[in-house]
């Protein structure tokens, strides 16, 4: 396995790892942003709070402005010691190795409100570092479908069942039209984060609705309000399912956004049906792909890009160990690189195996030897992220941006 150093190794080994709780981990959620899951301690594991679980933060940032996810972890070398006085330090138990880290801030939108009282944290977006995420219609139709007793939504997702968010964004199953009064809530908080905080850009994502021209239809209502809202020219990717042809096409005429990113999520047809039983069933692998070449023809290589789940392969029941899920997922990069598009890697814990003694170690290994092997067909097809999609900022759980800009220092 190729070991990365610098932040790109600290980042991986973060990621895999996780963080264990410790007293300054817990006090520091009282000023930063929060993590939507909770540290949940382990059996035996001291628990001051005897409760079993704790609030955290959400992100981490090192000096260098290198952006990781908190993933909670009681067997987690990895701890953190200081307070707001003298800094925060991020330790491991077994080097040694001291980073000064900062947590992303509890900045003031996500305690105000809008002026009808709505919290700007309900009113449809979310930041991690510089990206702002618009979601106004969380609630994803593939939750409330089975076929042969399986569900359709992917094997991965816990969050697009419609639930009370979907109720106060206005969401109602079969209804295609985001409701005004959400769409205006959302542009009172777009304003409020813009103004608090740098914004480099923006994404646009939602529940998937198993008509996906009717997805295509809600997605135009979206990007039209936002690019009048826009007022910064903030750029903006385009990430619902993949879309008719001529809707597509429509967005490009309309100049509504400057990336696409329609989420393959699992490269090779049988995983892709597995992991993502809703996507095949109502879109498919092969139209998937034929909607991102589409986008190529009009956006151009290197605008368009597909989030992939990488991880998820390593669950028990797909039977792949670590070096078969990374060759296949390197296959899926040459593939989809060839074709102008680039795959962005997502890490994603595997629930399942969590006995092994190798389990976290196994992770590791995978995300790692993805990624400089996906560095390298990226520099094959004279590819790179672009630095308006999104940059080392805000790829809390990726690791493209981190590696490319280690590699321009060094040629620097």
């Not at 991880?311 to 593939?335: C, F, K, M, N, T």
Request: charged fraction near 20%; charge should be negative.
């Amino acid at each position: 396995m190729t070991t990365l150093t610098g932040s790109p190794g600290l980042k991986v080994q973060v990621m895999c790892e996780g963080i264990r709780y410790t007293e300054a981990l817990g006090l520091a959620a009282a000023h930063s942003m929060p993590n939507y899951y909770p540290y949940r301690f382990k059996p035996g594991e001291h628990d001051p709070t005897g409760k079993g679980q704790a609030t955290i933060p959400y992100l981490i940032n090192t000096a260098d402005g290198t952006e990781i996810r908190i993933m909670g972890n009681g067997d987690s070398p990895w701890h953190v010691e200081g307070d707001t006085t003298q800094g925060y330090v991020l330790i491991h138990d077994g080097s040694g190795q001291r980073v000064p880290i900062e947590f992303e801030p509890l900045r003031p939108w996500l305690t105000q409100k809008t002026a009808d009282g709505m919290p700007f944290s309900q009113a449809g977006v979310t930041t991690h570092g510089d990206m702002l995420v618009i979601n106004v219609a969380p609630g994803c139709e593939y939750f409330l479908h089975k076929q042969d007793g399986v569900s359709m939504r992917c094997s991965f997702c816990a969050y697009g069942a419609p639930d009370e968010r979907t109720k106060h964004l206005g969401q109602v199953t079969g209804q295609v039209e985001i409701p005004p009064p959400t769409l205006e809530r959302m542009r009172e908080a777009l304003n409020a984060v813009i103004s608090q905080a740098e914004i480099r850009h923006i994404y646009l994502v939602g529940g998937s609705l198993t008509d996906a021209r009717k997805e295509g239809e809600r997605f135009l209502q979206l990007a039209r309000f936002v690019k009048q809202a826009n007022t910064r020219g903030i750029p903006v990717a385009l990430g619902s399912g993949a879309l008719p042809d001529d809707i597509i096409e429509q967005f490009h005429r309309e100049q509504l956004v400057q990336y696409v990113c329609f989420n393959l999520e699992m490269w090779s047809e049988p995983l892709f049906a597995k992991v993502c039983p809703g996507k095949n069933r109502y879109v498919g692998y092969a139209r998937w792909i034929e909607a991102l070449e589409t986008a190529v023809r009009y956006w151009g290589r290197g605008n368009v890009y597909s989030a992939m789940v990488a991880g998820i392969e390593l669950e028990p029941e797909h039977g792949l160990e670590w070096e078969e899920a990374a060759r296949i997922a390197l296959q899926g990069a040459e593939d989809l690189c060839s074709r102008g598009i680039l795959p962005i890697y997502s890490l994603v814990w595997p629930v399942g195996g969590r006995t092994r003694s190798d389990f976290h170690a196994r992770i590791h290994s995978y995300f790692e030897t993805l990624n400089v092997g996906y560095q390298a067909i990226r520099r094959k097809h004279g590819l790179a992220v672009s630095d308006g999609f999104m940059c080392h900022r805000c790829a809390y759980m990726q690791l493209e941006c981190d590696i490319d800009r280690a590699d321009q220092a060094v040629a620097a």
